[in-house]
């Protein structure tokens, strides 16, 4: 079955960096584009990056623009969130998913195309 699984959340201090892995089985990892997103407490799951089945498209929410990196290696079935520049309020949540990029850009996913998160928390 469909299997996502993230890792490599933690605590940092403001200014800190970060590196999401989300490692995927069960489907054909290069037939998919991935997309990261964050759920931080009492608040609604939000978009956080894409990245098409190549590396070859990406898109970020605005409020992460330049400090993450979304990355994906298909020899490995491996997407990446590289994030830097942390914040306070990056603090969520993070998972990932499979879909198509424009039902990962509206937070569009199948159920079970959701890995189960991993806790990020940025000290202030």
């Known amino acids: 079955q469909v299997q996502l699984v993230e890792s490599g959340g933690g605590l940092v201090q403001a200014g800190g960096s970060l590196r999401l892995s989300c490692a995927a089985s069960?489907?054909?990892?290069?037939?998919?584009?991935m997309g990261w997103f964050r759920q931080a407490q009492g608040k609604e799951r939000e978009f956080v990056a894409a990245?098409?089945?190549?590396?070859?498209?990406?898109h970020y929410a605005d409020s992460v623009k330049g400090r993450f990196t979304i990355s994906r290696d298909n020899t490995k079935n491996t997407a990446y969130l590289q994030m830097n520049s942390l914040k306070p309020e990056d603090t969520a949540v993070y998972y990932c998913?499979?879909?198509?990029?424009?039902?990962?850009?509206?937070?569009?996913?199948?159920?079970?195309?959701w890995g189960q998160g991993t806790q990020v928390t940025v000290s202030s």
């Open positions: 998913a499979a879909g198509p990029l424009s039902n990962l850009r509206i937070v569009k996913v199948v159920d079970d195309w």
């Open positions: 069960g489907f054909i990892f290069t037939s998919y584009p």
């Open positions: 990245i098409s089945w190549n590396g070859a498209i990406t």
